[in-house]
Structure formats: structure tokens, C-alpha cells
């Protein structure tokens, strides 16, 4: 979590200095993108190695907060922009994270040391954590992603194409993503009571029905937004789930490989699905752009 709390910041700050678009592929694509991976994978294993009973509630809480960080972030970026241009923004971001991401890395604390398969500490991929259940898992890793990502991207360009102005669709993200960090901690605690692989699959399922049904029929505003409400209730679901279902399935003591290794694949759905569904959408337009990441989530 230190090298991402220092590289995540210093890629914000030096996209501030771009003067190509290559520097912003350099810096705040891969510079950001390495930091946040650092930051990211611990924060939402950690609440697992310390709770039991009320383990998958823990890590809902804890995930929740990217939840809450989408419905303040994207507004509080859009006054930066306006009030002291883009630059200005990304410095005055990148300090900001900074400060509580050094809050959050100073707070934390490891229940488990790290352990290094065969003396090897560059051996990630450690083959005797591999089972049917977690090959499974990787599995659904993989087709979630592209489920996922698609709606959030694809939300305020679907809101003008039912005639309804970009920025009113840009505020449904945050609708979704206030909705998604509710979804979390629920989650978490039916997770704990009803069994954490049920919950997971029923509302992974749901989420890919809303998608193909509810959004494919949401033709008026009215019916968009109770989309958005209903896809945020139910599609991060793996986000607060994956890390307890993890350490059930492989230990706690190997949470940390487990969750990375099944995290590393949702790369795939992050990278490809919003540019599937865009070109999905010009070649045959919404209804296949819409049933792809529904059909995937269902998957």
C-alpha cells in the first residue's frame, strides 16, 4: 500500500504536466493504474483476515467506500475543472489522495505475514491453490468484468440516445455508484447469514437480468433511473463478496495470492468490455450493446 500511496498521487500530478497524449498513457494510465492496483488489493483483503463471523459485512464496508468515492468524486472534479482548470484539479486530487491514502496505509495493519512460495518472492502464481471451486471462480472473474464496467460507461451516452441532456446523464452514474456502496454493505451481511457463494450467484444473476431486460425496455427517463437504482443494488455484489468467498475457498492464510490472482483477470472485462459494447452499439446497435454485459454477468 506504501508504493501505491506514493504512485497513485505522483500519476495525477504529472498528468497535470502533459503536453501529449502519450505523457497521459505514461502517467495517468500506467503510473495511476499501477498505483491504484497497489492500494486497491490490500485495502479489500485486510478486513477479511480479521473477522469471522461477520467477515463478508467487514470487507462490504470496506469496498464500500469506492462506492461512496464515485458519488463525490466525479461532481467535486467537475467544479475543480471549472474553478481552476484541469491542471490545477489533477495536482490538487493527487494531494488530496495523497493525504488519505497515507491515513489509510498507516491504519493498516496485516493479521498474516506474507509468505514466499519457494523462496521465490517473484513466484506470484502459486499453483497449489488451484482446485475446481477456485477454478471456478476464476471463471466468473473473468465474465463479471465485462458485465460490470459496460453500464457505467455506456449510462450517459444511453441517456441521450432517449433524449434526456448528457449531464443529467452523467449524475445517474452517481445514483448508481451511491446504490452500488448500499449494494456492498447489504450484501455483506446477507452474505454472513445466507451462505456468501448464494448471495453472491443470486444477485450476480439479478444484475444480469436487470441488464437485459429492465435496461433493454428502459425507453423513458423514469424507467432509466430505476434501472440505474436496480443495477447499483445488485451488480457489486462480486466487488464486496469475492474477497470472503476467496479465503473460503483457498484459506485466509493465502487471501492475499487468492484474491490477486482472481482480480488480475477481471483485467480483461475492465480493458475490453466498454470498447465490446461501444462497438457493439455502432454495428447493431443498443440491444446488442446492452444484452452482451448482461449476457456476460448472467454467464
Known sequence: MAIGTILAPLGLV???YATELWHLYLAQGIL???GGSFVFSPSITLPSQWFVKNRALATGLAVSGSGIGGVCISPMAQSLITNIGYRNALRTMGGMGFGL???ATALAV????????NGKPWNIFDRS???W???FLLLFALCISFGYVAPFFLTPTYAEHIGVDASVGSTLISIMSAANAVCRITLGYFG???GRVNTLSIFTLLSGIFTMVVWQFASTYGAFVAYCV???LTGGSFVSLMPPVVADIVGIENIQKGVSISYALTMFGNLLGTPVSGKLRGQFGWTAAIQFPGAMTGL
Do not use: V
Not at 496485516?110 to 512460495?117: I, K, Q
Open 101 to 103: 491514502l497515507s491515513i
Open 14 to 16: 504529472l498528468a497535470s
Open 133 to 135: 471451486p477456485f477454478a
Open 110 to 117: 496485516s493479521r498474516y505475514p506474507p509468505t514466499r512460495p
Open 32 to 34: 495511476f493504474g499501477l
Open 192 to 194: 454472513d447469514k445466507y
Open 129 to 131: 491453490l488451484i482446485s
Open 230 to 232: 436496480l443495477f447499483g
